[in-house]
Structures are given as structure tokens and as C-alpha cells.
């Protein structure tokens, strides 16, 4: 993870301006690009996207995401994940409560 000491912002909603580059919380990147939260914070743990950390939120550029879904990303990898783990959920129909 990218570590920058930032002396001035600016808050704008979900995201913050940092002299002209505007970055993204990684919540936002979420529903702007359809990729869990935990997904992008792997890869920026990994290092396959810049991230800044500002207290115990993430923020990411719009761009490199952009970017890291078109290259990196399968969705089509992620969507037999999600079967797979609907699949072995417990099913809990017909057990009694008591």
C-alpha cells in the first residue's frame, strides 16, 4: 500500500481532492464499477492498485480502477465464486425452531 503523508485536502462527498487529482473511497469504486470492497482492498494490498490511507479509510484514482477492471478483473471468475459459496451455504429450510 502506497504511504503519503498529505498535508492539505479537500472532502467532496465520497471522494477528496488532492491538489488536481481527485480520489475515490473505495465504498464509491464499488458502485461505480461493480467490484466488491474487499476485492479492491486486495488488490491494493497487493499492489495492483495505488491506495491512499487517511485514517481507516482507502482511497483509490478513478482511473487506475477503471484501468485494473478492464485488465485484471474477471467477472466471470467472480460470478462462479458466488455460485460456489450459494452453494454450500447451510440450508435451513424445514428445520425447527425452538
Known amino acids: 500500500m502506497l504511504c503519503i503523508v498529505v498535508k492539505w485536502f479537500r472532502v467532496i462527498g465520497l471522494s ?3 491538489g488536481k487529482t ?3 473511497m473505495l465504498t464509491e469504486a464499488e458502485k461505480q464499477f461493480g467490484v466488491s470492497r474487499m476485492t479492491l482492498l486486495r488488490a491494493v494490498k ?3 492498485l495505488e491506495g491512499i490511507q487517511i485514517a481507516r479509510r482507502t482511497f483509490v484514482k478513478p482511473e487506475q ?3 485494473w477492471v478492464a485488465t485484471k478483473y474477471r467477472r466471470d471468475m467472480a460470478e462462479r465464486a458466488k455460485k460456489r459459496w450459494q452453494r454450500k ?3 435451513t429450510e424445514g428445520l425447527k425452531g425452538n
Open 46 to 48: 497487493r499492489g495492483e
Open 65 to 67: 480502477v477503471a484501468k
Open 22 to 24: 481527485t480520489l475515490i
Open 16 to 18: 477528496i481532492k488532492v
Open 89 to 91: 451455504k447451510p440450508k
